[in-house]
């Protein structure tokens, strides 16, 4: 499979290949990741990027699937979470300056988590994220992302990047 191809591959084509190993979650994690390093540039969507942490949950996941103790669909799979969603250890600012140091305590979610997208505030910098969208849907920086409607944070950058109307 070429790496290239990973970031248009949905959720479940993911899936379908890290069950029977024709995929390793290490690959799909380093490809996500290579992908933003290139395109996050360009269109701010992350706050944060937890490299280290995807990498070492990534590899986890392919040890247990390589011992046959394979979870479910989402086992192995790279995802985002809005900087709304509260993970331990983890900055979450709610797209506000307020928030620039706060982090956590709580239980952290388990699943490959590489990356914090960027929520809408009512502060015009938000960290410098979005300048053009918190969404990069046409960009494909990762198979399926946690989305949490917070009043504002979907209709208007959705809007305004052109996905929806």
């Known amino acids: 499979m070429d790496r290239s191809d990973i970031a248009f591959m949905s959720a479940a084509e993911l899936a379908s290949a890290i069950e029977p190993r024709?995929?390793?979650?290490?690959?799909?994690v380093e490809a996500y990741l290579d992908r933003i390093e290139r395109i996050d540039p360009k269109v701010n969507s992350y706050?944060?990027?937890?490299?280290?942490?995807?990498?070492?949950d990534a590899?986890?996941?392919?040890?247990?699937?390589?011992?046959?103790?394979y979870r479910g669909p989402l086992h192995g799979i790279p995802m985002a979470v809005?900087?709304?969603?509260?993970?331990?250890?983890?900055?979450?600012?709610?797209?506000?300056?307020i928030g620039a140091d706060f982090v956590p305590g709580i239980r952290r979610l388990a699943s490959l988590l590489p990356h914090r997208t960027s929520t809408l505030s009512s502060e015009d910098d938000n960290f410098g994220s979005y300048r053009i969208s918190p969404f990069p849907f046409r960009g494909k920086?990762?198979?399926?992302?946690?989305?949490?409607?917070?009043?504002?944070?979907?209709?208007?950058?959705?809007?305004?990047?052109?996905?929806?109307?």
Not at 47 to 56: E, G, K, L, P, S
Not at 59 to 69: P, T
Not at 148 to 165: F, L, N
């Open 141 to 165: 920086v990762r198979p399926f992302l946690s989305l949490a409607e917070g009043m504002r944070s979907v209709p208007r950058p959705s809007t305004s990047c052109g996905v929806s109307t």
């Open 22 to 28: 024709q995929l390793s979650p290490v690959g799909a």
């Open 82 to 97: 809005k900087d709304q969603i509260h993970t331990k250890g983890i900055r979450t600012t709610d797209g506000s300056k």
């Open 47 to 56: 706050i944060t990027v937890c490299a280290d942490d995807a990498r070492r």
């Open 59 to 69: 590899e986890r996941a392919e040890a247990e699937i390589q011992r046959g103790e």
